[in-house]
């Protein structure tokens, strides 16, 4: 067990009818929000309505800002911190899924910089203060409601950044599982593999090579994923199944799982953001393509943590350590096949013949990120190529 420190002063609601709250949560934190939502999708299931209702009846007045992508902008992110300062808000409220609630963040501290908010994305900065976050998750998946991490995509360079301050952590997120219930089946899917990506990224890299509670967490988190995915595929309402996921998704990226396992890196996540970055395929599809490849490469020189995964997850009774990594590989990447996320460049569409460019945007995530020391060009395109 390394050493560690866990602060996560993050307010959880979490329960049906739970929306309704947020009025009487956000009057600690001023009189007028700055609205942060998606596409409109909030106003067709009741949320905004709901939303509206408990903001008026406390007081408090807000300011629209809808038009949040899948995969966030930084251009829409930077318009959204000049609405932020013009109207003078004191907090944002961030109304969606995982990008929204990032975009949000992105918006709480570029409101309260001098400078350039992408310098915070890029580590050229650091984030000290910022608007205060607040937020109704209607998409779990990212774990950002939980978190202080926010992720970006530069719609310049095509450049996909995510970096984390203690001032982002939101302060009150409301998690109610029956506005998941419309939810489609292949973003079901996504949200699965990328909660699922977040646990194991640790779980395979962390430098501490015993470390029993975390690996029960991991791993008994993840089962229990696979299974409300499964359910939740069969029966989009079936309320244990969303409810269950919604927390799991929550508890997958909070620092609990990563909490004294000393160093760890996030390979599968540095592979994929270039995918959502230039292709705005989902994140979740992104991962799904990258998580097999980077195992079957990370299988070749180490496979004891893989075969335990293999083991203790997804059922796998070889008893040779190789051949049950290798048949857990395959277990997993067939079982992300059939929920219906892609698990080659095939499927989702991206040219083998860019593999060479988007290695290039992800070389610059390696560095930017800490993990030049062995994620060099060869190695990234090599990495695509088992993506193939």
């Known amino acids: 067990m390394k050493n560690f ?5 993050t307010k959880i609601i979490f329960g049906e009818k739970t929306v309704s709250k947020i009025g009487k949560e956000a009057k600690a934190y001023g009189e007028k929000a700055l609205l942060v939502y998606g596409k409109g999708s909030i106003k067709k299931n009741g949320v905004y309505d709901a939303v509206v209702k408990s903001l008026k009846e406390e007081g408090i007045s ?37 990008s929204v609630v990032d975009e949000s963040k992105g918006i709480a501290a570029g409101a309260m910089m001098t400078g350039n908010v992408w310098d915070f994305y890029l580590g050229k900065a650091d984030v000290k203060e910022a608007l205060p976050v607040l937020d109704i998750l209607t998409l779990p998946a990212t774990g950002t409601e939980m978190n202080p991490t926010s992720v970006v995509t530069n719609d310049r360079t095509n450049e996909k950044v995510g970096r984390g301050a203690d001032p982002l952590f939101p302060k009150v997120s409301i998690l109610d599982p029956t506005v998941t219930y419309t939810i489609p089946p292949d973003y079901t899917a996504y949200a699965v593999v990328d909660a699922i990506s977040h646990l194991i990224e640790g779980y395979f890299t962390g430098e501490d090579e015993w470390t029993p509670i975390q690996d029960g967490y991991v791993e008994n988190l993840v089962r229990t994923i696979m299974e409300c995915g499964e359910r939740m595929l069969k029966n989009p309402k079936d309320p244990q199944a969303r409810a269950t996921f919604m927390w799991a998704a929550t508890l997958a990226w909070n620092g609990l799982g990563v909490a004294g396992i000393g160093g760890f890196g996030v390979p599968m996540h540095m592979l994929e953001h270039p995918l959502s970055g230039i292709y705005d395929v989902a994140h979740g599809a992104g991962l799904s393509i990258t998580i097999p490849a980077w195992l079957i490469w990370k299988a070749k020189t180490d496979s004891r943590k893989i075969a335990q995964f293999a083991r203790n997850v997804l059922g796998i009774e070889e008893k040779d350590q190789g051949a049950a990594a290798r048949r857990g590989i395959e277990a997993l990447k067939g079982w992300f096949n059939r929920i219906g996320s892609p698990v080659s460049f095939a499927q989702a569409k991206i040219p083998e013949s860019d593999i060479d460019s988007i ?19 060869d190695l990234i395109v090599k990495l695509y190529r088992l993506c193939l």
Do not use: C, Q
Request: aromatic content about 10%.
């Open 62 to 98: 807000f300011v629209e800002y809808p038009g949040v992508k899948p995969n966030p902008i930084l251009s829409h992110l930077n318009a959204g911190i000049e609405l932020a300062k013009k109207e003078k808000v004191d907090f944002i409220l961030g109304v969606g899924g995982g």
């Open 359 to 377: 290695a290039d945007i992800a070389l610059a995530l390696a560095n930017t990120w800490g993990m030049d020391d062995y994620m060099n060009r």
């Open 5 to 9: 420190t866990f602060h996560n002063p």
